[in-house]
């Protein structure tokens, strides 16, 4: 198999969850149980047992409740970006957190949940990485293999897996799962304080750096309470 390509990963936990309301009036979005578990140990399960070592997760709101779930973790090894003066956005997270970071570095966001293809969405990652060409290297999947999302996708992709934005008025083929593979390059002259990795993508996509690959797995988009109940009985299924 594959190495990865890096044993960190950067979990993005630091929302505030609106879509998830009413359920996340009382806790951070990723301890919305799925499935019977809270969607951030889904999301770390698959890291562990993808031989990812390190998870830095940054926290922002109710951060108490999850940096005490987290701390009952033996695998894998936790530390804390701490957000909660001032909430980063993704770009900004990442950033906060690089001093802590390989290059290059593993993201997802907290509220993930897949079931893997042949190998690990890691793998699959690891095996496409080419950092002379690459800024990021995103998962992307298929509208077919994209539980409970009705959008109209994110990018479209040409053979050599360069990434471009979806087309204003058009539907995408596209849609980022939240996982990606980042190289330190991407975060180079970033603004200060809050804001989007979208604009990190946007000079990436300029410069023909932001690539993408195909996801064989099924991926599950669960933003709403009423997206629970559905993934939960696809999970079942397996």
Partial sequence: MTALASDTAMVLAAGLGKRMRPLTASRPKPMVRVAGKPLIDH??????????????VNV??????????LRERAAPAISISD?????????????????????????????NI???GPR??????????????????LLVVPHARAMNFSGPGDFDMDQ?????RRAPGRIAPFIFTGIQLVSHRLLRDAPEG????????????EEGRLYGTSFTGQWYEVGTPEAIAPTEE?????
């Fill in 194 to 205: 809050p804001f989007s990795t979208n604009i990190l993508w946007n000079r990436a996509i």
């Fill in 60 to 69: 922002h709101y109710l951060a108490d409740a999850l940096e005490a779930h």
């Fill in 120 to 137: 690990s969405a890691f793998h699959e990652l690891s095996a496409r990485w080419s950092p002379a060409e690459m800024d990021a290297l």
């Fill in 234 to 238: 696809a999970l079942g299924r397996g």
């Fill in 114 to 116: 897949w079931l893997d």
């Fill in 160 to 164: 050599i897996g360069q990434l471009r």
């Fill in 43 to 56: 999301a770390l399960d698959r890291l562990h047992d993808a031989g990812i070592v390190r998870a830095i």
């Fill in 83 to 111: 957000e909660r003066s001032l909430l980063l956005e993704t770009g900004g997270g990442m950033l906060k957190a690089m001093p802590d970071l390989p290059d290059p570095f593993f993201s997802l966001n907290a509220d």
